[in-house]
């Protein structure tokens, strides 16, 4: 079975840091491309960051830039977002998410297998 796990969400103080874990089963992470989305409350589904052996590291929101970092660990089929000096903001349920293919989209309607979200809650 194809599945994504996301751990790692929490409520933290403006300023603070929280790693989102996703962890894979069913796939390797170089075979596809591993990608962070995020939805506020009230608001559309975003794409933040993506990985892959092809294209590296893509970067799809200005608002994370020099704040969020994703990285992957293929020993433990796992990709990480480190999110630093969070902002209320960033207050959102956050989604990994996979294509079937090794590139990186920013299209949430590519994207064919989803974790269950984790909640990410800053307090100001």
């Known amino acids: 079975e194809v599945k994504l796990v996301e751990s790692g969400g929490g409520l933290v103080q403006a300023g603070g840091s929280l790693r989102l874990s996703c962890t894979a089963s069913?796939?390797?992470?170089?075979?596809?491309?591993m990608q962070w989305f995020r939805q506020a409350p009230g608001k559309e589904r975003e794409a933040l960051m993506c990985?892959?052996?092809?294209?590296?590291?893509?970067n799809y929101h200005h608002s994370v830039e020099g704040r969020f970092n994703i990285s992957s660990d293929d020993a433990k089929n796992t990709v990480y977002l480190q999110i630093n000096n969070l902002k209320p903001e960033d207050t959102a349920v956050y989604y990994c998410?996979?294509?079937?293919?090794?590139?990186?989209?920013?299209?949430?309607?590519?994207?064919?297998?989803w974790g269950q979200g984790t909640q990410v809650t800053v307090s100001s």
């Open positions: 998410a996979a294509p079937t293919f090794w590139y990186c989209s920013s299209y949430d309607y590519m994207m064919v297998t």
């Open positions: 069913g796939f390797t992470l170089k075979t596809r491309a």
């Open positions: 990985i892959s052996d092809r294209d590296g590291i893509s």
